[in-house]
């Protein structure tokens, strides 16, 4: 014979597996914004036209990352948009190659520099218990509060909001700030951030180029674009 606290157990039972079956499924990966198109007003940065407007790390030389039908496959060094911008919304769409044979920093490893001085990492962290150095993270600083990532040879996405710092007379008095989906989970919400290492050197408060790493890993990288916010 059941029991009221029987089925009282048994409802919370259920309740609890209903909580975790449906915070699973929010957390899965998706394809929500794969492909986006470039709002009104947006800068189109990688696309058909290729990298036209993006350079090399020394501000001069044209960028030559191999380029076909708008994929940017990661070589001859970093480049960065000659476009500098201050707060944005990006989209970007990456492919991180399978490298099975390599370990931690030496796999599928690139970063997303926003403004030339935050790097957003980018890395294959699948299945992995992230640390701050891991993808999605802003780099040794923030740990992504989810591991949003995919499989490597599978197109991911990275939706970014970012505010730049604020400055008065010499001094920074708010901290950059930024908020990262991943495949359509939001793993860093509105987080505090300061400039990391191997960026453009571009101090706190001034807007910034874009730029993409080079680590030495065939990363691609398609539809990316960047709407200014201020």
Not at 42 to 61: E, N, P, Q, T
Request: aromatic share 8%; hydrophobic share 35%; glycine share 10%.
């Amino acid at each position: 014979m059941t029991t009221k606290r029987t089925r009282a157990c048994l409802f919370l039972s259920s309740f609890v597996l209903l909580s975790t079956a449906t915070m699973t499924l929010a957390a899965e990966p998706s394809d929500a914004t794969m492909g986006a198109k470039p709002p009104e007003g947006a800068l189109v940065l990688l696309g058909d036209k290729g990298l036209s407007g993006w350079v090399k790390r020394d501000g001069r030389s044209s960028a030559d990352w191999p380029v076909k039908e708008g994929v940017a496959t990661v070589g001859h060094g970093d480049i960065m948009t000659s476009e500098r911008f201050g707060d944005f919304q990006l989209h970007l769409e990456f492919n991180i190659p399978y490298m099975p044979k390599a370990h931690g920093q030496g796999r599928g490893n690139s970063g997303v520099y926003l403004a030339g001085a935050y790097e957003l990492q980018v890395l294959d962290s699948y299945g992995l218990k992230l640390q701050n150095n891991d993808c999605g993270a802003i780099y040794l600083q923030i740990i992504p509060s989810v591991n949003a990532c995919k499989p490597p040879l599978r197109w991911q996405t990275y939706d970014v909001t970012f505010h730049k710092a604020k400055v008065a007379l010499d001094k920074v008095v708010k901290k950059a700030r930024v908020t990262v989906v991943q495949n359509g989970i939001e793993i860093i919400q509105d987080k505090e951030i300061s400039p990391t290492p191997g960026g453009m050197g571009a101090k706190e408060g001034e807007p910034g180029p874009l730029m993409l790493q080079d680590h030495g890993n065939a990363v691609e990288y398609r539809n990316i674009w960047i709407k200014k916010l201020d």
